[in-house]
């Protein structure tokens, strides 16, 4: 066993050093549109941080800009530098290659365009255009939609990061002026949504969540103190009142997806923050329902810190 072990050790070397910071995938799906991908390597030992825009974008000095007159480069199925690294496409998914793990990124995708390794991004501007894509992953539990949200024991994913912002993240300040954390239950064809809200200032008929979901008009729910709750016929909606932390929800409606036993959902939960003297700022698990679909089997852990780990049901944390 330990000999096995020793073997083990020397046939998988840290090959880190042959990985690049960050890779551009320019992709055109099955549908003929064209997006890129913007995956970060900067810390080897975790999972790549993987984005997406809309349109192809290529990247000069490290700042994107929009690739119109991009002329195609040949041969885009790229290895990296070693042979730890590379980017496939396999029966339209497309793959990232690392030296430890192979990660599925998009789907439905027609051909690899061009495929560019940076050795560095500029955040800021990265930011702007491109965004995370998280599918919601539901957990076969019921829920109560009762205002109470102690049964949401699960870990729920954390909606705090810029790359989260829809739009311009000029008037966003961060996680405490809106961000937000969703879970997601299915169960006995009833899918549940739990959202507490983060917002310095909640404007009554202003602020407001959306819920997107494939073949359905976008759901627009006021945000208020204890406001009324209108949703559409079949669902169901409870706002959580008496938290110290902005406000909470649980929403229910009807799983009307032709493949209930998935546990990915395609839906998106956006919050739109309306501030006085302020644009509305957009907060959302995913740019688009559609976007969800092509990327939403990638998963990476939560972003660095607590946030990470929350739990919808701590309605007393600050
Ligand atoms: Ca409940
Ligand atoms: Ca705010
Ligand atoms: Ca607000």
Not at 72 to 80: E, W
Not at 218 to 227: K, L, N, Q, R
Request: hydrophobic content about 40%; some cysteine; glycine content about 8%.
């Amino acid at each position: 066993m330990l000999i096995l072990l020793a073997i083990a050790c020397f046939s998988a070397p840290d090959r880190s050093g042959y990985l690049p910071k960050h890779v551009a995938v320019t992709l055109e799906f099955e549908d003929g549109q064209e997006g890129t991908l913007l995956a970060d390597l900067v810390e080897p030992h975790l999972p790549p941080v993987v984005r997406i825009s809309e349109n192809a974008w290529v990247f000069r000095d490290g700042i994107p800009v929009p690739a119109s007159s991009r002329e195609p480069l040949p041969g885009a199925h790229a290895d990296g530098p070693g042979d730890g690294f590379g980017v496939e496409l396999e029966d339209g998914t497309v793959l990232l290659r690392l030296p430890h793990d192979t990660i599925e990124v998009a789907h439905d995708v027609e051909q690899i365009v061009e495929v560019a390794m940076l050795p560095e991004v500029d955040t800021q501007a990265a930011n702007l255009v491109f965004k995370s894509v998280r599918a919601l992953h539901a957990a076969a539990l019921p829920a109560r939609i009762d205002g109470d949200l102690e049964e949401w024991t699960g870990r729920s994913l954390p909606v705090d990061q810029p790359a989260q912002i829809q739009g311009d993240t000029e008037d966003w300040d961060g996680p405490r002026d809106g961000s937000m954390a969703v879970a997601t239950r299915v169960h006995h064809e009833r899918i549940s949504v739990a959202v507490r809200l983060r917002d310095d200032q909640l404007l009554e008929n202003a602020d407001r969540l959306e819920i997107l979901a494939p073949g359905l008009p976008t759901i627009s729910i006021p945000v208020g103190p204890a406001g009324p709750c209108e949703v559409p016929p079949g669902w169901e909606c409870a706002w959580v009142d008496a938290v110290s932390f902005g406000t909470g929800i649980e929403l229910s409606m009807p799983d009307t997806r032709p493949d209930s036993a998935s546990q990915q959902l395609d839906i998106v939960v956006r919050f739109v923050d309306v501030d006085p003297n302020e644009s509305p700022t957009t907060i959302a698990t995913a740019p688009s329902t559609a976007a969800v679909a092509l990327f939403g089997l990638y998963q990476r852990p939560g972003p660095s810190g607590s946030g990470a780990n929350s739990r919808i049901s701590t309605t007393t944390s600050p």
